[in-house]
């Protein structure tokens, strides 16, 4: 497996594509229990995560959903911090999942090792010097603007290779203001920009994307392009939609995605090892 520089050990000794879980802090919005409910209802999530086998928290105080409105620094601060910390505390591998440099900083501060930046650098000015200064992996992911104006910029000529251009024009981006390309992550953005048929026509691209030379994180979790699948006669809910992420989970790991992020991790888990044993010709001496 190549893992970018700047992992933690415990990390890239594993020969394997790596589950990343996801806890969303965001208001839950049938509690009043105010801040201290959100922050504790995320850290509960992201232990329970780990025990089922998650090898990296994935955390995120702003949603990217398709027409999401943006919130505020303090407030996306006030959300990511407390959990970033509490959870490195516990000893458990974290990243932040964030657009804005100044929330990168002080993750990595409370103890994040790896920045997930769904804008590759794009968002905000100052993330891509910031991580140039950080020691930590960095997740660049293709995007075209914000979530309230993605829908109408998903024109392509050929996805997969327009994709690969803009990748690796980020790339230039990152290494001109000093980021490490080993510590770079790629990764497509299924669904931002992107229609179902995009995002399968990337699924398929993998082997065309790796030639970029880096690691791949697929993020297809519950996404609106798994709603409907061949021979469906109606849509799918989200919550249903995790056996057909557990499958691109498979696949992504046979395709050799450095890692997937995911809402249910323990289907996801017992896939990427699936796909180990499978690669191996084996499961390591077990009977
Ligand atoms: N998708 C979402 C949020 N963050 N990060 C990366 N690197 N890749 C993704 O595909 C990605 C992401 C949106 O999904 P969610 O709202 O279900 O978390």
Redesign the pocket.
């Known amino acids: 497996m190549q893992h970018p520089a700047g992992l933690p050990d415990a990390l890239a000794a594993l020969d394997r594509t790596l589950v990343m879980g ?1 806890v ?1 802090v965001t208001p839950d919005s049938f509690s009043d229990g105010g801040r201290f409910h959100d922050t504790d209802a995320a850290i509960a999530q992201g232990r329970a995560l780990a025990a089922e086998g998650a090898d990296i928290i994935d955390i ?1 105080g702003e ?3 398709p027409g999401a409105v943006r919130v505020t620094v303090d407030e996306e601060l006030a959300r990511v911090v407390p959990v970033v910390r509490r959870l490195t505390q516990d000893g458990l591998h974290v990243s932040v ?1 964030t657009m804005r440099a100044e929330v990168a900083a002080a993750a990595v501060e409370a103890g994040a090792c790896i920045v ?1 930046d ?1 804008s590759g650098g794009l968002a905000d000015p100052a993330m891509l010097p910031l991580v140039g200064t950080l020691d930590v992996p960095y ?1 660049l ?1 293709h995007w075209r603007g914000h979530s309230d104006v993605m829908n109408g910029l998903a024109e392509y000529d050929d996805v997969v290779s327009d994709v690969a251009t803009e990748l690796s024009r980020r790339i230039d981006a990152a290494t001109a203001a000093l980021v490490d390309p080993h510590r770079i992550v790629l ?1 497509p ?3 931002f920009a992107k229609d179902a048929d995009h995002n399968w026509a990337l699924l398929q691209g993998m082997p065309t994307l790796r030639l970029l030379g880096r690691p791949l ?1 697929i ?1 297809a ?2 996404k609106r392009f798994l709603a409907t699948l061949p021979g469906d006669t109606a849509p799918r809910a989200p919550l249903a939609r995790d056996a057909a992420t557990h499958a691109v989970t498979a696949l992504a790991a046979a395709h050799g995605a450095w890692a997937v ?1 995911v ?1 249910d991790v323990q289907a996801s888990a017992v896939a990427v090892r699936v796909a180990q044993a499978w690669a191996e010709g084996g499961a390591g001496g077990a009977h």
Request: hydrophobic share 30%; glycine share 20%; proline share 0%.
């Open positions: 996801i969303n995120g949603s990217t959903r999942d997930n769904v997740v992911m990764d953005g299924l669904g994180l993020g979790s519950r992020r809402h």
